[in-house]
């Protein structure tokens, strides 16, 4: 049973539509026609290349791990090694991590708004410096071509 504007929504319509085609679209079925909830989200930590979910069956034992596409493909401008992670202690790291926040959400809602608001202001303000380098560096290079 669906209960349409019970409460106030979180974002408006037209962002959660658009927020939705966009994950849509992003998610491929592997031959099994599964898909990993992870698959698409993760980095790797030495090149920064997206890790995709892999899945082998050995001797009627399945085996499902996020590799790096850039080890993968061995390509001499890529130094990264081969290596993977084992999707489901990923997965229940993850899960564990998003119970705690629940658990803190709901214990301290007051904290919890108030660590929001602190990590959105120091993102903007990381993005502000960000932009006034790159502000900086365009108006340099603007006065050496002058």
């Given at each position: ?6 409460h ?9 539509e ?8 992003r ?18 930590g030495?090149?920064g290349?997206?890790l ?19 080890a993968r493909n ?20 993850v899960l ?7 658990r ?11 660590k929001l608001?602190?990590s ?12 006034e ?11 050496e071509?002058d």
């Amino acid at each position: 049973m669906t209960c349409e504007n019970a409460h106030p929504a979180i974002v408006d319509k037209e962002t959660f539509e658009t927020a939705k085609r966009l994950r849509q679209g992003r998610r491929r079925l592997n031959k099994s026609g599964a898909t990993g909830v992870l698959n698409g989200l993760l980095v790797c930590g030495d090149c920064g290349g997206k890790l995709h979910l892999k899945r082998q069956i050995k001797k009627d034992v399945e085996y499902c791990y996020f590799e790096c596409r850039n080890a993968r493909n061995r390509n001499e401008n890529v130094t990264c090694t081969c290596h993977a992670v084992k999707r489901e202690p990923l997965e229940q790291m993850v899960l564990e991590e998003i119970q705690q926040i629940v658990r803190c959400a709901k214990s301290s809602e007051s904290t919890f708004i108030e660590k929001l608001r602190d990590s959105d202001v120091y993102e903007r303000k990381q993005a502000l410096k960000n932009a006034e380098t790159e502000l900086a560096k365009a108006k340099r290079r603007i006065s050496e071509l002058d």
